[in-house]
C-alpha cells in the first residue's frame, strides 16, 4: 500500500519540487473480529492547492480497501503538528482505511 500511493504522490522521487507530498508511513491498528484489517496511513501534503479528498481515497480503495476515512491532523503533541501544519508546513493527513478479510490459501 505505501509504495503504491507514494507512486501517485511523488512518482518515486521524493523529495522532490512539485511533488504532492509522501506517504510517511502505514501502521496496522487492528484486526476487526470478522478478520477485517483496520491500517492508519500518515500523509503529508506538500502542494497546498491539492485538496482533493476524494482522489485521495479512491487511491487508497484501488488497492483494495473497502472504507477509507481521511482526517486532517489539526494538533499533534508528538510530532510538532499545530494548527494543521507539521514543523516542515507540510498538512498532515491520516488516512485510515479498512481491508478485506484477507484470502487463505
Not at 476487526?32 to 501534503?45: P, Q
Not at 473497502?66 to 510530532?79: F, G
Not at 494548527?83 to 484470502?103: C, H, K, L, Q, W
Amino acid at each position: 500500500m505505501l509504495a503504491e500511493i507514494n507512486k501517485k504522490l511523488h512518482e518515486g522521487k521524493c523529495p522532490t519540487a512539485g511533488s504532492l507530498g509522501e506517504c510517511a508511513a502505514t501502521y496496522h491498528v487492528r484486526t476487526t473480529e470478522d478478520g477485517k484489517e483496520i491500517h492508519e496511513a500518515y500523509v503529508y501534503l506538500w502542494d497546498d492547492n491539492f485538496t482533493d479528498w476524494e482522489t485521495l481515497a479512491q487511491w487508497f480503495t484501488e488497492q483494495g480497501a473497502e472504507e477509507v476515512h481521511v482526517a486532517w491532523v489539526m494538533y499533534d503533541s508528538a510530532n510538532g503538528d499545530r494548527n494543521g501544519r507539521a514543523e516542515d508546513n507540510s498538512r498532515a493527513v491520516i488516512v485510515t482505511y479498512v481491508m478485506p478479510v484477507p484470502e487463505k490459501a
